[in-house]
């Protein structure tokens, strides 16, 4: 198979494209040929060796295919299924994964990042990290929702995100940022967003939040005079430059659900703030696996619309990395074949 391969670790130019040994699926496994992969920033961690991934290695969480080949003891699915992947991937008999809670499992894996991924022609994984692809949405839109909207579905679900809560998202145009926009809205939510960027903030708006703010200046005294009071929830993963302002704006009893730090991992923590205004500060990561069934669910539906950047073909993985890395995109991008 064709695979986008990092024999080094050197930053996103340090994929190649070669051809290596086409993977087996082992028993409880499948193997997907994938008709498109779908980005996301963990690629460019793993280029840069954050962390290390065991090398050679192939990147790529997100994805979706038809299944070619089954392991042994696989009776859930089958050759010629149409399916997306699900990138979080538990060991299946720990007492987290007992209870269901895969991303708390004791040898957690994402796919992409400890696993040979989906910039690749064909990806294995469990049998039990498939779903059938919605049949309302086309192979681009069905590659690209797993990790971002499973990931902020979940951080939405550890805020305890209420019917008329005020939510906000900071920096839209990131692939979890807008789903947290579009999953906030249909959980009841009034939803404002935060960007460096003026068009981003159109576009959010445009998609149907209620309003947004240049994250430049401070967001937290544009929210309250344009709604009269602060944030109940608010949606981070930019981290140091944003953490002041995103604290600050909550409001009594607020919740900040945290999913990363792309602009620097420690952050100050004031004390007085937090126990007074019985703030909650929650980190989140991935998902479970009945999560990722209620996403797609709610995919399947039409009732979370999946948002899309832009489709590159595999082979243009460097322009599709270069979009990112500048921070162009509103959505998802994704990389298609043929
Ligand atoms: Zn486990």
Redesign the pocket.
């Known amino acids: 198979m064709n695979a986008w391969i990092l024999h080094e670790i050197g930053g996103p130019d340090s994929f190649v494209l070669e051809d290596v040994e086409t993977p087996l699926p082992g028993p409880g496994e499948v193997r997907v040929r994938l008709h498109v992969s779908a980005l996301n920033h963990l690629d460019i961690w793993s280029s840069m060796g954050m962390p290390k991934p065991p090398l050679p290695h192939v990147a790529g969480a997100d994805g979706a295919g038809v299944i070619d080949a089954v392991g042994e003891d696989v009776t859930t699915v089958a050759v010629g299924d149409e399916v997306v992947v699900n990138p979080s991937i538990?060991?299946?008999?720990?007492?987290?994964?007992?209870r269901g809670e895969?991303s708390?499992?004791?040898?957690?894996k994402i796919l992409g990042e400890h696993l040979w991924g989906t910039l690749a022609d064909q990806v294995v994984v469990p049998a039990t990290n498939v779903v059938a692809k919605p049949s309302i949405l086309d192979w681009e839109h069905a590659g690209a929702y797993g990790l971002a909207y499973g990931t902020a579905y979940r951080m939405l679900r550890r805020a305890r995100l209420r019917v008329g809560d005020t939510l906000l998202v900071v920096g839209v145009g990131g692939g979890v940022s807008n789903a947290a926009m579009e999953i906030g809205q249909v959980m009841g939510a009034k939803v404002f967003v935060t960007s460096r960027d003026p068009k981003k903030i159109e576009k959010a708006v445009f998609s149907g939040a209620d309003g947004g703010f240049l994250s430049t200046e401070d967001y937290g005294k544009a929210l309250k005079a344009a709604t009269g009071a602060g944030a109940d929830v608010v949606v981070e993963n930019v981290g140091a430059p944003t953490w002041k302002a995103s604290m600050s704006v909550l409001n009594k009893g607020g919740r900040l659900v945290t999913c990363g730090g792309t602009g620097g991992p420690s952050v100050e923590l004031s004390l007085p703030r937090l126990f007074f205004k019985q703030l909650e500060v929650i980190g989140s990561t991935m998902f479970d696996v009945g999560e990722f069934a209620d996403i797609t669910r709610m995919i399947a539906d039409g009732r979370v619309p999946v948002t899309v950047d832009s489709v590159f073909a595999f082979e243009d993985l460097p322009g599709a990395l270069a979009r990112m890395q500048n921070g162009e995109q509103f959505g998802k991008i994704v990389l298609r074949r043929g």
Do not use: E, F
Request: charge should be negative; aromatic fraction near 6%.
């Open positions: 538990g060991c299946g008999h720990c007492d987290a994964c007992r895969t708390l499992c004791d040898s957690y």
